[in-house]
Every structure is written in C-alpha cells, then in structure tokens.
C-alpha cells in the first residue's frame, strides 16, 4: 500500500537549521508530485513547499521563500525539506503529500497521500 514514512523535525532554536525528509513506497513515485504542508495549532493546514514529478519545478509559500528548500531524489523515492534560518512562527506539525499528477498544487485538498507529520517546535 502507500505508505509515505517522514523522519526529521524536533525541537529548534530560532535561526537554526533542520531537515525533514519523507521516503515514499507502494507507488511509482516519480510520476508523483510531492508537497511539504504543516498544520499549525487552531490553524488550517497550508502549503509550505511543492515540487513536480521531475523535480524541474518547484514553488514556496512566501512565509517561507528563500529559507526552506524542497528537492527529491527519484532514485531513492525521497523528497526533502531544509528548513533554514528557523523562527518561531515556523512551528507546526509537518507532512509530506503526494499528489498524482505531475505538477503540485498549492491546495492541500488535490494531494491524494499523506505522510505520518512530524512536529518542529521552534524556541526563541
């Protein structure tokens, strides 16, 4: 079956760095498209970061632009997420998300998979 198996996250401090990564199984993951979302207590979940099956393109949310890094490596059905320079409005629990289609989507509802989430607190 799919199973999306997340690792990384914890707890930071501000400025500091971390990686999350989500190995992917039960489908044939490089025709997917892959997203990082998180979910923010009393908050909805948002997109974070997405990248298109080939890993040719990729889009960030604004909050996060220039700090955080999505990329995959097909070879190892694995997509990442370096999360740089951390604040603390960053915290929330993560997920990665498959979408079947090449290209991501920045609503959370057009994923099809989800991973487990993996909390990132983030201290001051």
């Known amino acids: 079956q799919v199973q999306l198996k997340q690792s990384g996250g914890g707890l930071m401090q501000a400025g500091g760095s971390v990686r999350l990564s989500c190995v992917a199984s039960?489908?044939?993951?490089?025709?997917?498209?892959m997203g990082w979302l998180r979910q923010a207590p009393g908050k909805e979940r948002e997109f974070v970061a997405g990248?298109?099956?080939?890993?040719?393109?990729?889009a960030y949310d604004d909050s996060v632009k220039g700090r955080f890094t999505i990329s995959r490596d097909n070879a190892v059905n694995t997509i990442y997420l370096q999360m740089n320079s951390l604040k603390p409005e960053d915290a929330a629990v993560y997920y990665c998300?498959?979408?079947?289609?090449?290209?991501?989507?920045?609503?959370?509802?057009?994923?099809?998979?989800w991973g487990q989430g993996t909390r990132v607190t983030v201290s001051s």
């Open positions: 998300a498959a979408r079947n289609h090449p290209d991501y989507s920045l609503q959370a509802r057009l994923y099809d998979n």
């Open positions: 990248i298109s099956w080939d890993g040719t393109r990729s």
């Open positions: 039960g489908f044939t993951f490089r025709r997917y498209a």
